[in-house]
Structures are given as C-alpha cells and as structure tokens.
T-cell receptor
Framework: KNQVEQSPQSLIILEGKNCTLQ??????????LRWYKQDTGRGPVSLTI?????NTKSNGRYTATLDADTKQSSLHITASQLSDSASYIC?????????????FGRGTQLTVWP | EADIYQTPRYLVIGTGKKITLECSQT?????MYWYQQDPGMELHLIHY???????EKGDLSSESTVSRIRTEHFPLTLESARPSHTSQYLC?????????????FGAGTRLSVL
C-alpha cells in the first residue's frame, strides 16, 4: 500500500526560530513530491514540488529536500513568523497512471507563538 | 492566488436533504478533483474528471455524484445527506502535463449534517 508518513504530528515553536518537518513515503513508482501549506479552514496551497532528480528546492523561507533513495523529504522553515502557523502536508505523486495519483500525508500542525 | 471557487463555504443541513456543492475554476484546466478531509486526517480523493463529460470515482467510496458539463464547473451532489457525510469537501484542478502539474485547491466547503 502506498503511504506517506509525516512527523511530528504537531509542533510548537517561538517566532523567529527555525524548524524542520519530516516526510517518509513508500509510493512507487515515484513521480514527484510536493509540500502544501493549509491554513485552518482553507484549501492547501503549493509551496514546492520536486521530481526524482531534484535534491532541494526553496521558496522564500521554505526549503524542501528530497532523498529519493531513502524515500525521505524534509521541509525546513527559517525565521518562523506567526503566519507560518498552519498544517504542512506532504504529497507524493506516482507515475503509474495518466492521472498521476496523489498520496497525501496527514500533515504536521505547526503553531508559531509570539 | 488560485482562481478556483467553492460555494457555499459552510453548510448546515438536516438529514435527508439534497445538496449540491459548487466548484468553478477560471484557469481553463481540464482535470478537476473532489477530496474529502476530516479534521487531522489526510485528504481522500472521491471523484475526478479528465474533462467535459468525463467523471471517475476516486479512492474513497462516496455516495455523492458529480457532473462535468462545462470545463469550468464540477459540482458535487448528495441526494440524501446523512450525518456520516459531515466533513470538509475540497475541490481542485490542474492543467496539462500529467502528474507534474500542481493541483490548485479551492477554500473548501465545510458540511455539517444534523
């Protein structure tokens, strides 16, 4: 069964601090991995997308890494802000179908305190 | 900001009522999706469409139905709502390019069936 596991389930940090969220997956054949940010009561918004050949990708204060050999990814947030409080979802796509099926993790709930 | 809209944002109805959740996108995307998400849980695909007159069931069995008469419109209908249908419903769309393209999500409809 294709799975995406994220850790930690929740995280509280102080404003200005850095943090790293983890994602392990078993989806095969692998196509790409995406990180989404979902604010409470809103739909997910894409932060980064990485294919097999990409090891790292940045989007402002967000930096995602991918190790396709170990099937692990991380999302590093630098100098956190209150607006970073949200759920961060790891999503892996397979290439076994035309649709490019997406497999969603349960997300890491990040809370940034002032 | 993605041009994909869902209405209503919130809906509280009684058991047995027929409801339609609206989803429209102005990006000209062929592929559209409906996901169901319970609090703290991953998104589950319940319906998708490759284009006009194309609809398919997703991974999670759902009593809802969908239609795709126009490219920009992908409504979801529940003929007789039940408390077990209480959940958040997220609509998404993506353009050409298979699994490499990003899915853009609407803000979601939070449904409560009493």
């Amino acid at each position: 069964k294709n799975q995406v596991e994220q850790s930690p389930q929740s995280l509280i940090i102080l404003e200005g601090k850095n943090c790293t969220l983890q994602c392990n997956y078993t989806v095969s054949p692998f196509s790409n991995l995406r990180w989404y940010k979902q604010d409470t009561g809103r739909g997910p918004v894409s932060l980064t997308i990485m294919t097999f050949s990409e090891n790292t990708k940045s989007n402002g204060r967000y930096t995602a890494t991918l190790d396709a050999d170990t099937k692990q990814s991380s999302l590093h947030i630098t100098a956190s802000q209150l607006s970073d409080s949200a759920s961060y979802i790891c999503v892996v796509s397979d290439r076994g179908s035309t649709l490019g099926r997406l497999y969603f993790g349960r997300g890491t709930q990040l809370t940034v305190w002032p | 900001e993605a041009d994909i809209y869902q209405t209503p944002r919130y809906l509280v109805i009684g058991t047995g009522k027929k409801i339609t959740l609206e989803c429209s996108q102005t990006m000209g995307h062929d592929k559209m999706y409906w996901y169901q998400q319970d609090p703290g849980m991953e998104l589950h695909l319940i319906h998708y469409s490759y284009g006009v007159n194309s609809t398919e069931k997703g991974d999670l069995s759902s009593e809802s139905t969908v239609s795709r008469i126009r490219t920009e419109h992908f409504p979801l209908t529940l003929e007789s709502a039940r408390p077990s249908h209480t959940s958040q419903y997220l609509c998404a769309s993506s353009g050409e390019g298979g699994s490499g393209n990003i899915q853009y999500f609407g803000a979601g409809t939070r449904l409560s069936v009493l």
